[in-house]
């Protein structure tokens, strides 16, 4: 999380805080502060394996208030990632890469 944006956060982490994906599903996550910076944790995981989430892919969260994000998915080619087509694809010819190590690095 940039450190410009955590100044608009109310409070001391940790942040229960809710990431709502471009289909509308609601995912619990909470956001905290590590290594000098803030991470999105408990529930993270579970988001990035139910979206197929990789390395190279991007996310664009827009602040909606009251610790709620909306997220826009992208891929490697900067094209909003169609969930369906993604999953497909990587489970055909193995391309995910993501190892949990990755994932949940200084939530620890």
């Not at 991007?58 to 992208?74: A, M, Q």
């Not at 169609?82 to 949990?100: N, P």
Request: net charge positive.
């Amino acid at each position: 999380m940039p450190t410009a944006f955590v100044d608009k956060l109310r409070g001391t982490p940790p942040f229960k805080c809710v990431l709502r994906d471009p289909g509308g599903q609601s995912w619990n996550v909470t956001l905290k502060e590590r290594a000098g910076g803030l991470f999105f944790c408990n529930g993270w995981p579970k988001f990035v394996k139910h979206h197929c989430l990789d390395e190279g892919d991007f996310l664009v969260l827009y602040y909606t208030g009251k610790h709620k994000f909306d997220v826009k998915i992208y891929d490697e080619s900067a094209c909003e990632m169609d969930l369906e087509v993604s999953k497909r694809r990587r489970l055909t010819d193995g391309s995910s890469k993501l190892r949990s190590s990755h994932v949940w690095k200084g939530c620890n």
